[in-house]
């Protein structure tokens, strides 16, 4: 590969980021309004405003899928485009709920009031997301503004799956096919939307290129800190379960390398330092600041979002969901198992190649198990997305060779250069 490896990193990001001009609009789920408004307001809008150009923004781009739909049903495409009737229809509906909030006096916060109060306080909480989007949607406007943004993080999460792929000694071409996977596989068009998955899952790669690092023997620690302490700000549920996975990991190495009778090594007890601390600190900050609890988000997901009285048995009613849930995603699954495949494959892959790493990565997707099983929708697939960075990295590393090992390090400083060498003849285990 004569081109610069950095070259083709870009040229992959680059490439990515064009496609999306197919679909400027007509990602955005119903949160998205929220963490619109929500950044409109920290730039500076009233509420008003700030509900104004959202609602506006989401009933075009309702409209907008409505006539794209209608274009290729077969029964109605002959009929009158219903777009624009959809979209004033919208339109006319959130300014009326929204005006009745705001004339009632429901000015608190952020966020504009397109829900209850207690609806809107799981939103305030999360600011990483708004504060991301708020130079975007100030330099470009609303609808340019959120794609933007979008295509950045979503380049970001590729390039983060290249660098990894590269600390852990894979070659130029594996490592450029994992930066391509994390595009084509959900994982791109997830951090597409205009929600906090995509954002999530970035800070997740980073927080593992960071044990990556610290596995290689470099101070890397920080790196798994910062990550995981710019996770709480955009959803600080998943910084929990990312830290308590990834302390769960390396407990796991411990035990397996102490049974065997090797030292836990300094890596390994750096992470779970690392991890154990953020978990501690995410629990007693969240208690602090009187975030929503776990009971909240309960109510929310038995109640429609607290539209219907709070139920009296709530966890006998999770608990009955939950199980219901399972079975029928189980069943959809082994229906179309290409991700149970993708996912047995990469994790094959990933534990055969580099172990260690191996078993962190399960930690860090075990993360989507974690968010599903906490908001068992099953029309909310998105909540799992963190489970495609299984594929989108132990694939990489199946394809790298599992039972070969580079003779000397890969000198990480040139993980985007071209200038060191690729690594010298592997050489197969024996033993």
Same mark, same amino acid.
């Given at each position: ?12 990001? =680059? ?5 999306? &001009? ?21 730039? /500076?809008?009233?509420?008003? !405003? ?14 907008? #899928? ?13 009929? $009158? ?6 979209? =004033? ?27 209850? !109060? ?5 939103? !305030?909480?999360?600011?990483?997301? $708004? *504060? ?40 130029? +071409? ?21 929600? #906090?998955?995509? #954002?999530?899952? =970035?800070?997740? &790669? ?8 610290? *596995? ?21 549920? @998943? ?8 302390? %769960? ?7 397996? +390398? ?17 991890? %154990? ?55 959809? @699954? ?11 494959? %990469? ?48 694939? $990489?590393?199946?394809?790298? /060779? ?20 690729? $690594? ?8």
């Amino acid at each position: 590969m004569k081109t610069r490896p950095a070259a083709w990193v870009l040229f992959l990001a =680059a490439l990515f980021g064009l496609l999306q &001009l197919a679909n400027v609009t007509g990602r955005d789920t119903p949160d998205s309004r929220n963490y619109l408004s929500y950044a409109l307001s920290l730039g /500076g809008a009233d509420k008003t !405003e700030a509900a104004d150009r959202s609602i506006a923004y989401v009933c075009a781009s309702r409209g907008e #899928t409505a006539s794209r739909d209608h274009s290729v049903d077969v029964r109605r495409f002959r009929a $009158p485009d219903p777009g624009p009737g959809i979209r =004033a229809e919208c339109d006319r509906y959130y300014h009326w709920s929204v005006g009745r909030r705001l004339d009632a006096g429901q000015t608190s916060g952020w966020t504009a009031p397109f829900m209850s !109060e207690r609806f809107m306080r799981i939103f !305030e909480v999360r600011p990483g997301y $708004p *504060l991301l989007l708020l130079p975007f949607v100030t330099v470009f406007g609303v609808t340019w503004g959120l794609w933007a943004a979008g295509v950045c993080v979503a380049a970001a999460g590729g390039v983060l799956v290249f660098l990894i792929l590269r600390t852990l000694d894979v070659p130029v +071409r594996p490592a450029l096919a994992g930066q391509a996977l994390y595009y084509v596989l959900p994982t791109g068009a997830t951090a597409m939307r205009p929600m #906090t998955e995509g #954002t999530m899952t =970035a800070l997740t &790669l980073a927080a593992l290129w960071g044990c990556a690092l610290v *596995l290689r023997g470099r101070r890397a620690g920080a790196l798994v800190a910062l990550s995981l302490a710019l996770l709480f700000t955009v959803k600080h549920s @998943q910084a929990l379960f990312l830290a308590v996975c990834l302390g %769960g990991a390396c407990c796991v190495l411990g035990v397996h +390398r102490r049974r065997a009778g090797r030292p836990v090594g300094d890596a390994v007890k750096t992470l779970l330092k690392v991890t %154990g601390a953020a978990a501690v600190g995410t629990v007693l900050l969240a208690r602090l600041l009187h975030y929503p609890s776990e009971s909240d988000s309960l109510q929310d997901l038995l109640t429609d979002h607290f539209l219907r009285p709070d139920r009296e048995r709530p966890w006998r009613e999770f608990l009955r969901l939950e199980v219901n849930f399972w079975t029928e995603w189980l069943r959809r @699954q082994l229906a179309e198992p290409l991700f149970l495949a993708l996912v047995g494959a %990469g994790a094959w892959g990933a534990l055969r190649a580099r172990p260690a790493f191996g078993v962190l990565l399960l930690g860090a997707a075990a993360t989507g198990v974690l968010s599903m099983a906490a908001h068992p929708d099953i029309a909310i697939d998105r909540l799992m997305v963190t489970a495609w960075l299984v594929p989108v990295v132990g694939t $990489p590393l199946w394809w790298a /060779g599992g039972g070969f090992r580079p003779r000397r390090p890969y000198p990480s400083r040139h993980v985007l250069g071209g200038a060191a060498p690729e $690594p010298p003849v592997l050489k197969r285990r024996t033993g």
